[in-house]
């Protein structure tokens, strides 16, 4: 969208401001689940502003405009923003006020702040309303005339929704609704409202795909003593499906019946999380019923795989790892052959390489395939056919994952395409220094993500240099690529770095470093939280690396690692190639151990 387009678009929500009487008018990429991915029909931030990122929140006063959103897309967002008129803010940055901190200054005694509250949860509205309430401000909670303004809106998303069976998942949906109805009742709730659609798909052990990249469906979840009542688009549920949940003691309903339905509860304890919940939820129950906030038990479930999904993990893995290889191993094939390729090409011959098992179900994310300067941007997304890949740009990075039955994968790796600078291999090198100082490490039960970043960050913090996104975060299986409620990242302040690691948790370990226009170097495998030792002085744990894809030896320089990292990685490359060298052809397996076996140091 060009920056003539933006400015029509924000001039035109000015005038519907000053006619409905609002001063500020604040908006989130986001829907009304919480979902950090979200289908066509919610993306009202990108239609006024232009920024597709995952992360961001739009103020605009009659006056003046600011996007917020964090280091992943600061070079991304400075390109759709520039001559826009809309004010950058990069989060964490020195002296960059916090969206908080803006609306205090902006708002005055008198004047009108709005936003739709079906975008925000409980917690972030009630500090608005706090802030309204120090500033003599008016606060309106559901203003939505501004999704008018969208022209040709894309409607609701209606697809199939079908059932995962528990070969995949393990535990059947009815048992899974009693574990909930246990916590339900160990805290005198009645009722448990779930908004999440990550929550729901794995409850019920159903799957669809309204969102692009995500195996979900657009709903909500009511959960009774005796029976749940689920809100879903009609158009998904075929006779099959509303058998299954007729046989799980679920009722289904019509989606947009969802507001009206939660009206009429009365007299009720009802659990629901208030960081996963949105505030029209809460204004929908809040005053005729006693309000339990809490994390949704399902959370922690699903992100504690039981070992039918961690064995199942362990086959997606090696099934995403024969792809890789496959593809490695053609792409450079085609680039000593001279043929022109782009990044688009790449993601294509990626995922055709997944899609040839019948256990693949999609990609987990938009790919980033970034080649010399693009990949200095940590979530770049090439535009059409993408950038021509240049053997002279050094290095191509390729971030990308796959939804199998099986579970599913994000992996990252970054690979020479031409000749490599000294400095690229230092950098590579202490990337790869830190993605196996993570991976070898061995932990005290309680750790937590915040306490385990620095193991990574120290390769680069001692030279003074960082990277601006977390080393790890959690994956969901066959759900969101990005599940908490844990992370890992030094940041103390956000309270999924402070969850305590489990056996059983699967999460990345992906540092990286970005030279702002000239290139980026990220390494990412999966892991798998496993029990390492008991002894006098407790429970000891330790990661298991699901990802069998090599690190590149072109780009490492040796003398920069120690004797156990060099043993390292001998030893996941040999590991490597016994895995999957049952599945590969001879030639593969051949050029396989001579790039990466007998040219390791």
Known sequence: MCSSETKNRI???????????????????????????????????????????????????????????????????????RDTGITLMREGVKDVPSLKELLSEKLQAGKTFAI?????????????????????????SRFSEPEKLIVRRTPYPESDIFVLCEKYTGMSAIDKLAAVRASMKENNCDVHIICNLTDISYILNLRGSDIPYNPLFVSYLIIYMNYAVLFACQGSINIEIRDYLSRIGVIANNYNDFYRYAQRLS?????????RVNYAVFEAVGSKNEIFSKTNPSTLMKAVKNKTEQDN??????????????????FEKRMKAGDVLSENDCAVMLKSKREVSDYYICESFSPIIASGSNAAIVHYEYKDSGKRIDPKDSVLLLDTGGHYLYGTTDITRTVVIGSVSDEIKTMYTKVLKANISMAEAVFKKGTTGAGLD??????????????RHGTGHGIGYFLSVHEGPFSVSYNAKISSNLIPLEPGMHLSDEPGYYKDGNYGIRIENDLLVVPFKETVYGEFYCFEVLTLIPFDPRAINYSMLNNDEKDYIKRYHKHILNKLSPY??????????????????
Do not use: P
């Not at 519907?16 to 609002?22: F, I, R, S």
């Not at 993990?313 to 053609?330: K, T, V, W």
């Open 116 to 140: 739709d509250s079906r975008f925000f949860n409980i917690s972030t509205v009630k500090s608005f309303i706090s802030i309204c309430s120090d500033k003599e401000a008016n606060f309106i």
């Open 11 to 81: 001039e035109a929500l000015h005038r519907l401001m000053t006619e409905k009487g609002v001063d500020i008018y604040t908006c989130t990429v986001g829907d009304h689940h919480m979902s950090e991915y979200i289908c066509d029909h919610f993306k009202i931030l990108e239609y006024f502003s232009g920024f597709s990122g995952s992360r961001a929140t739009l103020v605009v006063s009659l006056t003046e405009a600011f996007l917020f959103t964090d280091g992943r897309y600061f070079l991304e967002a400075e390109e759709v923003l």
């Open 267 to 275: 007299g009720k304890r009802i659990l629901l999380d208030e960081n």
């Open 313 to 330: 993990l362990r086959q997606a893995s090696l099934i995403d790892g024969i792809a890789f290889i496959r593809f490695l191993y053609e």
């Open 584 to 601: 590969l052809s001879s030639e593969e397996t051949k050029w396989f151990e001579d790039s990466f076996i007998l040219c390791c140091q």
């Open 454 to 467: 620095i193991l990574a960050r120290k390769e680069l913090w001692k030279d003074g240099l960082d990277y």
